[in-house]
């Protein structure tokens, strides 16, 4: 990987390959390479990233597959813009509004919780999401049968236990989970809502040392299980608990063509060898292709391409899964 935090090879673009799973297509994502011409001659600047948005646009051209019924209900970026992130509680809904970027950083306004659509109308916004975050604080002391039946009735569950599935199988610490960070969360205008994750930079052996080895780390125990409580009420639910375990699985299995070592270092490889000549450029930039994760993570040790059990980054996450048992079998339908 080219080093550093936001490198454009893999990270972004190898979770792309596994909407099967999660039941949705993510946002689409390829690479660019860009030159720039001011002037006279034009300058190559290197191989980017581009990654779709996740926007009005993309609800609606996700519209009518039998998922989004509408693209008029309310789209929140959920982050650590300000205070200490969004875990989606009432004690943090202080950072609720529309962002405003000045040029003057300092004018600028930013929310933990960021009202995508429907700016003109944020007041009533916010009263539906403090009640859907009631609502979830009220889960926490309600039997599993209880809990099942609101998720079935409030969302795709399946699409969620596989979204969470998806984010912790790649190593996504900086995720709802753990962090309270890198989400979209959109209210269908028929009352159900879905989890949308973004920004996957941190993740396939980048780790955080108050975070842990995201490798090795137990999947059941990804982030906290108090101030979750969309997480902590989910997985409080047997059957949610081993399909989610399913899920990750399904994923490590080196039978099937999804995120197991082998299946995900060929799809690294055939997008080496799609940008191998384009990555000189005219700047100070980085110009490798390096197989090892952001040089301030706490695990620098990892790699994708070659390694074993405890180096590669794929079979650690794979022998970690692997130690999951569920309580029941819960064969996924793809």
């Known amino acids: 990987m080219v080093q550093g935090r936001r490198e454009p090879c893999a990270r972004n673009l190898l979770l792309q390959p596994v909407p099967q799973l999660r039941r ?15 002037g006279g001659a ?10 779709e948005d996740i926007d009005k646009q993309f609800i609606k051209a996700r519209k009518g597959d039998g998922l989004f019924k509408s693209d008029k209900g309310d789209l929140w970026k959920c982050t ?3 205070g200490d992130g969004a875990p989606l509680t009432g004690d943090s809904l202080y950072s609720v509004g529309v962002e405003e970027i000045s040029l003057n950083e300092y ?13 003109g109308d944020l007041a009533a916004a916010t009263e539906r999401l ?28 399946e699409l969620l236990i596989r979204t969470l599935a998806v984010n912790v199988a790649c190593g996504m610490w900086d995720d709802y989970w753990s962090n309270k960070n890198n989400y979209y969360i959109y209210f269908d205008s028929d009352g159900k809502f879905y989890v949308l994750p973004y920004d996957y930079d941190n993740t396939l052996g980048v780790s955080l040392g108050n975070f842990g080895d995201a490798g090795t780390k137990n999947p ?23 399909r989610y375990i399913a899920c990750l699985k399904e994923l490590a299995d080196p039978k099937k063509d999804l995120f197991n070592a082998d299946a995900s270092q060929n799809r690294i490889k055939e997008w080496h060898a799609l940008i191998r000549g384009r990555i000189a450029n ?11 994760p952001a040089d301030w993570g706490s695990t620098p040790f990892y790699r994708l391409l070659t390694g074993d059990d405890k180096t590669n980054f794929f079979r650690a996450k794979a022998k970690a899964i692997q130690k999951l048992k569920e309580r029941r079998e819960c064969p996924i339908p793809i």
């Open 220 to 242: 059941l125990k990804w982030g906290p299980s108090s101030d979750r409580p969309l997480v902590n009420a989910l997985l409080s639910v047997p059957e949610y608990r081993d």
């Open 282 to 292: 005219d700047t100070d930039g980085l110009q490798a292709l390096d197989d090892y």
């Open 130 to 157: 403090k009640a859907f975050v009631g609502e979830l604080e009220a889960l926490q002391k309600k039997k599993p049968a209880d809990v099942k039946a609101w998720f079935e009735e409030h969302t795709d569950a």
């Open 107 to 119: 004018e600028s306004r930013r929310f933990n919780y960021d009202l995508k659509t429907n700016k």
């Open 80 to 82: 650590w813009a300000s």
């Open 42 to 51: 034009s300058a190559r600047y290197g191989v980017y990233a581009m990654v």
């Open 24 to 38: 949705l297509d993510g946002p689409r994502a390829a690479y660019t390479s860009l030159s720039l011409k001011v």
